[in-house]
């Protein structure tokens, strides 16, 4: 297909819909992202004009859950319950996965994170939405076999990142609140620009104490802001960087969860070039166990996370 900038601007922006037509994407997979799409128009709406109150419940990891969580939660699970195309589904706020029971054909399971970074709305600093599709009813699969995944970061612009394993696309939402092509094939290059080191640095291991280090005397500036879907969009739009949320001494599974932020994550940075590890091995090749697995994630440019890789090894 020629790319946006080969067909030059057309009198039409490219919007989401008759881009993935244009990819050639699956209808029943352009319709889970487009639903994903729709269901943003609202989520922005809920955190602009929502309570920001807890919502006196918790979830699967027994997080007090905020009203905004919950919400976002049920405008995500009605449209894809709708679709006609979902088999399962399963939320960061819902303890178990939901059977799909509204007519489908089943083609497609959701693993979704609705607000991601919900505790920061009160702060006003930019939050986000991330989802993880499979073309399968089992959700505890690596993530390697994704079909596709996406983000949608609510920030001072609306922006989806999206893939369906055929590079990494960028789409910003215009003023009818329909996402039009900003960019396409956004590949990561060398080095490490910005870095975002999660969790608290008095528990890094020795390994991982190395790697900042090595990342701050080469120049990277530290960016984090405490939201995973702004602080990889970053690493991902400047085209270099790393983001850890690494192993702690007194957490050793780190704090991010496999099912519904790293495996779609990783997913998006290696189709565009970069890398996620564990840090002893491809984030992508993890065997969940439950749908509520964590793990440690170093992602981004490739040849720094294959360096995480060496200092870990060798201070281990
Ligand atoms: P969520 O709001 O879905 O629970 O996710 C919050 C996560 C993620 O957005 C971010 O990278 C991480 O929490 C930040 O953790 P710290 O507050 O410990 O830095
Ligand atoms: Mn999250
Ligand atoms: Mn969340």
Known sequence: ??????????????????????????????RVICEIANASKYIINAIRTGDLGVAGT??????????????????????????????????????????????????????????????LVDVNLAVGTIVSIFESDNLL???????????VLYGPRTTMVVSTGKGVHEFAMNQLMEFDL?????????????????????KYSPGTEKFARHLETNGAKLRYSGGFVPDINQVLIKRGGVFMYPHLSDAPQGKLRVL??????????????????????????????????????????????????QFIAEES
């Open 1 to 30: 297909m020629t790319s946006a900038a080969e067909r030059g601007k057309t009198k039409y922006q490219i919007n989401l819909r008759r881009y993935l037509r244009e990819c050639d994407v699956d209808r029943d997979l352009t």
């Open 58 to 119: 918790s979830n699967l990891y027994g997080e007090q859950q905020l009203a905004l969580d919950v919400l976002a939660d049920r405008i995500i699970q009605k449209r894809l319950m709708y679709s006609g195309v979902v088999a399962n589904l399963a939320s960061e706020e819902l303890p178990d996965i939901i059977e799909v029971t509204h007519p489908s054909n089943k083609r497609y399971s959701i693993a979704f994170d609705p607000l991601d970074g919900s505790s």
């Open 141 to 151: 699969q690596p993530g390697r076999n994704q079909v596709a995944a996406l983000y």
């Open 182 to 202: 900003v960019q396409e094939n956004i590949t990561m290059e060398g080095g490490a620009k910005v870095y975002a080191p999660g969790g608290t640095r008095a």
């Open 260 to 309: 519904f932020e790293l495996n779609p994550m990783a997913f998006l940075i290696e189709q565009a070039g970069g890398a996620a590890s564990t840090g002893r091995g491809r984030m992508l090749d993890v065997e969940p166990q439950g749908i509520d697995d964590r793990s440690p994630i170093f992602i981004g440019s490739k040849e720094e996370i294959a360096r995480l890789e």
